[in-house]
């Protein structure tokens, strides 16, 4: 039975869908001004896995994450560049979908953008006017009235007083309150806009979420998810509108993953401190990062560097290694009455504890390492493929592993070359040259593995 913790009791819960069978979730995606960064992976790894296991464990699944394609960064970032918005974000959209698929990570079901829903959005910010949850401001812009929805602030767990003393709300003389915040933005000269009964202008960040929500799952869906950085004032202003707009509740269950950090600092594009998707994959294969992040618990904070990578390098390698020699059939069904597949359910089950689903790898590991036997491997690489990890022949996974230290680099073709020196001299019975060619290989990164197929290598 799924337990999930939930932001909003701020406890596990047992989920139970609104209909059965079925689970709708939404994911906030991201906004498409550069490349991804290892916290935007995070969150693309984390939920792909919530929905392998959804799936898995029998459920339909509706998943949705948007695109925000209209804000104040894009339009800021398009003019730095002397590029039309369009181009900008089609361009880092199209990167986002290269990053994503490379981790591994499905596409969802649906990848609304924010500029065609823009008419909905307008929709809903009348009837919060029209329901006192909103008002026009002097300066054209469209603020909701925080005070006059009352279950504000239950999402973060704090007070209006508290949140009103908390740094991160806006001060604006237009406001009538300084938690008020914005749905509407009358456009400055020069700036994209859309007609709407209050002039021209464009919507507020947090409308297209529950706006594009509601558009594709309903007005009461089961899973919300997203980075723990969301959880205020996003997502509570997301709670405020969708719920201050129908009258009853707009979301079950709330996910947050934890930060990605570096020297114990979020790592964020506003403080410089972030490394991209594209730069990370120069130096390590993708399944790596996906084990990196995945081998944390999806709410735990996640700390980058190169050290942590290379472990889980190493740690991925083992498992690669345990399957080397055994064929293993393409299609397996998974035999949940077996001891490990129990565990590994269990774990997951368990607020989708991946870090105890992956011990049970290593167990299996161990057995395949110990008995040689096909139906651990198999069950091995079946349960790998829940988490999206393991679908990879291991040959070339292992020959494909990437340099992390500045050893000595050798091409594929030269280490194939040098294997066949070292098979000639062993043959003319010339055991230092073989020797002396095995270790500067090793020297170089690269061990050699004698099997009955052959000689075999990887990278360490």
């Known amino acids: 039975m799924l337990k999930i913790y939930n932001t909003l009791i701020r406890n596990k819960q047992i989920f139970v869908p609104i209909t059965p069978g079925k689970v709708k979730m939404y994911v906030c995606g991201m906004t498409v001004y550069d490349f991804c960064h290892l916290g935007h992976a995070r969150v693309l790894v984390v939920f792909d896995m919530v929905v392998r296991w959804l799936k898995a464990s029998g459920y339909e699944v509706i998943y949705v994450r948007n695109v925000t394609d209209i804000d104040d960064k894009i339009i800021k970032r398009a003019a730095e560049n002397n590029e039309s918005i369009d181009a900008l974000t089609n361009r880092f959209i199209t990167a986002m979908e290269e990053d994503a698929a490379a981790l591994g990570v499905d596409f969802p079901t649906f990848e609304p953008r924010a500029t ?3 008419e909905r959005m307008i929709v809903m910010i009348n009837t919060l006017i029209n329901k006192s949850l909103a008002y026009r401001a002097n300066n054209g812009d469209v603020y909701y009235a925080v005070r006059h929805f009352p279950g504000y602030g239950k999402l973060s767990g704090k007070s209006l007083e508290d949140l009103r003393a908390g740094e991160r709300v806006e001060v604006d003389a237009n406001k009538k309150d300084p938690l008020d915040f914005v ?10 806009y859309w007609e709407s009964p209050w002039g021209h202008g ?14 594709f799952l309903g007005e009461h869906f089961d899973i919300h998810g997203g980075g723990q950085d969301l959880q205020f004032p996003h997502h509570e202003n997301e709670i405020a509108q969708s719920e201050g ?10 996910m947050h993953n934890g930060f990605v950090r570096v020297d114990s600092e979020k790592m964020s594009k506003s403080m410089g401190n972030f490394f991209t998707v594209r730069d990370v994959l120069k130096n390590y294969q993708p399944e790596v990062v996906r084990f990196f992040i995945l081998r944390a618990h999806y709410r735990s904070p996640l700390n980058y560097s190169d050290q942590h990578l290379k472990d889980a390098k190493q740690a991925l390698d083992r498992l690669y290694i345990a399957l080397k020699e055994i064929p293993v059939p393409e299609k397996t069904a998974i035999d949940w009455a077996d001891e490990n597949a129990k565990i590994f359910m269990s ?18 590991a161990s057995l395949v390492n110990k008995t040689q036997s096909a139906g651990h491997a198999a069950l ?6 829940i988490l999206g990890l393991l679908q990879q ?4 996974y292992l020959q494909n592993a990437i340099f992390t230290e500045s050893t000595e680099h050798f091409t594929a ?7 066949q020196q070292r098979l000639t001299a062993r043959k003319a019975k010339l055991y230092s040259d073989a020797d002396a060619i095995r270790q500067k290989l090793l020297d170089a990164g690269v061990v050699l593995e004698d099997g009955p197929q052959g000689t075999t290598w990887r990278r360490q």
């Open 245 to 254: 707009a129908h009258d009853h509740p707009f979301v079950n269950y709330w």
């Open 347 to 364: 774990a997951m089950n368990d607020d989708f504890n991946t870090p105890e689903a992956i011990a049970v790898l290593f167990d299996l």
């Open 202 to 215: 464009r919507p507020g960040w947090h409308i297209e979420c529950s706006v594009m929500s509601e558009q």
């Open 116 to 118: 065609q829903y823009v």
């Open 393 to 396: 022949t291991p040959q070339v």
């Open 380 to 385: 091995l690489k079946v349960l790998g493929g």
């Open 413 to 419: 073709e030269e280490i194939e070359r040098m294997i």
């Open 183 to 192: 749905l509407w933005k009358s456009a400055k000269s020069g700036e994209p």
